[in-house]
């Protein structure tokens, strides 16, 4: 399905350039969150506005990042030619119709080809680490570790519990924690994704799991931020307390 979303992402990609125009080489793919090789990172005064090259590097990162979410494989993105089109529309060219509509299709077409790597990348994971000792698998397709059993009662789906969390990708790519944040989360735990609402009925206060879970129980197609489509999802869960409600 055509996203107006997509064509709005596909409008900011063209000023993804500012740092190629700024510098005028070709960008090299890095992993996410972390610059080019060889590149150096402006460095922000701890206080006062951006440099130009301070800000053209941060609306960058910024647009990386939008970018990763939609499943656009960095090597596909020409930074000359970026850089050309964005120089080109701040002299007056702009997008006809059915050129939007063509970049639209192909924003499409990288996203799902993105989320069919990560769904079969998950499976094969999955398929694996589903053998590894003290790994158990749910008929859903859910794998957990338990690490601290816990004790106590396990929350009901209508309860809020407490926990703290740190979620990754595949490649190891920390998307979330509430370790960093410096403070537990809170939330019913119908509120959450399917892999999340599963595990934690089966847990206790106190608990600490590792939880393993597939796209279909996590956002599947659905890019989040720092999620990719497809991605199966890692977390290192621990459920401090359960408020129940009656």
Same mark, same amino acid.
């Given at each position: 399905?055509?996203?107006? =979303?997509?064509?709005?992402?596909?409008?900011?990609?063209?000023?993804?350039?500012?740092?190629?125009?700024?510098? %005028? +080489?070709?960008?090299?793919?890095?992993? #996410?969150?972390?610059?080019?090789?060889?590149?150096? $990172?402006?460095?922000?005064?701890?206080?006062?506005?951006?440099? %130009?090259?301070?800000?053209?590097?941060?609306?960058?990162?910024?647009?990386?990042?939008?970018?990763? +979410?939609?499943?656009? %494989?960095? +090597? $596909? @993105?020409?930074?000359?030619?970026?850089?050309?089109?964005?120089?080109?529309?701040?002299?007056?060219?702009?997008?006809?119709? =059915?050129?939007?509509?063509?970049?639209?299709?192909?924003?499409?077409?990288?996203?799902?080809? =993105?989320?069919?790597?990560?769904?079969?990348?998950?499976?094969?994971?999955?398929?694996?680490?589903?053998?590894?000792?003290?790994?158990?698998?749910?008929?859903?397709?859910?794998?957990?570790?338990?690490?601290?059993?816990?004790?106590?009662?396990?929350?009901?789906?209508?309860?809020?519990?407490?926990?703290?969390?740190?979620?990754?990708? @595949? %490649?190891?790519?920390?998307?979330?924690?509430?370790?960093?944040?410096?403070?537990?989360?809170?939330?019913?735990?119908?509120?959450?994704?399917?892999?999340?609402?599963?595990?934690?009925?089966?847990?206790? #206060?106190?608990?600490?799991?590792?939880?393993?879970?597939?796209?279909?129980?996590?956002?599947?197609?659905?890019?989040?931020?720092?999620?990719?489509?497809?991605?199966?999802?890692?977390?290192?869960?621990?459920?401090?307390?359960?408020?129940? $409600?009656?």
């Amino acid at each position: 399905m055509k996203s107006t =979303a997509l064509l709005a992402l596909c409008a900011l990609l063209s000023c993804a350039s500012l740092i190629a125009a700024a510098e %005028d +080489q070709p960008a090299k793919p890095a992993a #996410p969150g972390a610059a080019p090789a060889g590149a150096a $990172k402006p460095v922000a005064p701890a206080n006062g506005p951006f440099t %130009d090259a301070e800000a053209s590097y941060h609306i960058g990162v910024s647009l990386g990042e939008q970018l990763s +979410q939609a499943g656009i %494989d960095a +090597q $596909k @993105l020409k930074s000359e030619e970026l850089a050309r089109g964005v120089r080109d529309a701040m002299h007056g060219a702009h997008l006809t119709q =059915a050129d939007g509509n063509k970049i639209n299709d192909w924003v499409v077409a990288q996203r799902e080809a =993105a989320g069919k790597r990560n769904r079969a990348a998950a499976e094969t994971f999955l398929a694996q680490n589903g053998k590894a000792p003290g790994v158990v698998t749910t008929p859903s397709g859910l794998e957990y570790k338990v690490i601290t059993p816990g004790n106590g009662n396990s929350p009901q789906p209508t309860d809020e519990v407490t926990v703290h969390y740190r979620g990754t990708l @595949l %490649d190891g790519t920390e998307f979330d924690s509430s370790y960093k944040r410096g403070q537990p989360a809170v939330f019913p735990v119908n509120g959450v994704i399917k892999g999340w609402q599963e595990a934690l009925v089966l847990m206790k #206060p106190g608990a600490k799991w590792k939880l393993f879970i597939p796209p279909q129980l996590a956002y599947d197609m659905s890019a989040k931020p720092g999620i990719p489509p497809g991605s199966a999802l890692l977390f290192e869960v621990e459920l401090i307390s359960v408020n129940a $409600k009656h």
